[in-house]
């Protein structure tokens, strides 16, 4: 899976940096360029079902082909150097109705490193706050898997929360302010399943420059509004 997804971020690092030479017809180059793009997009496609294979080989003859343009003096644009790997950054929630505050801690947390989201499964949401979720699991997970600044979102698990963790094996747990978690507690936890080098990060404070700052807020206003005589 790391290998199709570092195929296609090289693709998109060179796609960036592209530059068509000089003397060189536009319209048959162009041509050549938006074929690059589709097998990029079909590399992209067969990540996203899981189909490893199909994606590096897409990705694979989208880079034969630059290489071929670049060699023949057509065009020119950099492969990316060699990356400092970045880091897991954990961070789970619950995100019903997605608002500001969800926005900025993913934000937050993507400043440290790749974003990997937990979304809560609908019978922990329930357990844990004492009503069912407004969006069931299946569609808090495509709206999370598509905010950006998230690097992969998956499921939690049904009966064990802490076992995506002990899967993913994190660099880094960002919390959000008002999660009620204990972080010495989850540090306890980790280190007796032999994880002993996760930081865990706690966000500073709670987003409330824009007002509602809650999906609970957000609830909360809609009964009055519409709920209400």
Request: charge should be positive; proline fraction near 3%; glycine fraction near 6%.
């Amino acid at each position: 899976m790391e290998r199709a997804r570092k195929y296609i971020y090289n693709l998109k690092y060179a796609l960036r940096s592209l530059s068509i030479n000089k003397n060189v017809k536009l319209n048959n180059i162009n041509k050549v360029i938006d074929h690059v793009k589709r097998y990029l997009s079909d590399a992209e496609y067969y990540f996203e079902k899981e189909d490893y294979i199909t994606s590096i080989v897409c990705s694979s003859y989208a880079e034969g082909v630059l290489d071929a343009l670049k060699l023949l003096g057509l065009l020119s644009f950099e492969w990316p150097h060699p990356i400092i790997e970045r880091k897991k950054v954990l961070v789970g929630g619950t995100f019903d109705i997605i608002h500001p505050g969800h926005i900025v801690f993913l934000r937050e947390a993507a400043k440290l490193g790749d974003v990997v989201v937990i979304v809560a499964r609908d019978n922990n949401v329930t357990r844990f706050k004492g009503k069912k979720p407004v969006n069931d699991e299946k569609h808090r997970l495509f709206v999370v898997s598509n905010i950006k600044g998230v690097y992969r979102a998956r499921l939690g698990d049904s009966e064990d929360i802490i076992k995506p963790i002990l899967e993913e094996k994190p660099d880094i747990i960002f919390l959000g302010p008002d999660q009620k978690i204990d972080e010495y507690q989850l540090k306890r936890r980790l280190e007796k399943e032999g994880l002993h080098n996760i930081t865990i990060v706690r966000m500073k404070r709670k987003f409330k420059d824009l007002g509602k700052a809650s999906t609970t807020d957000i609830i909360k206003s809609i009964i009055r509004m519409f709920c209400q005589k």
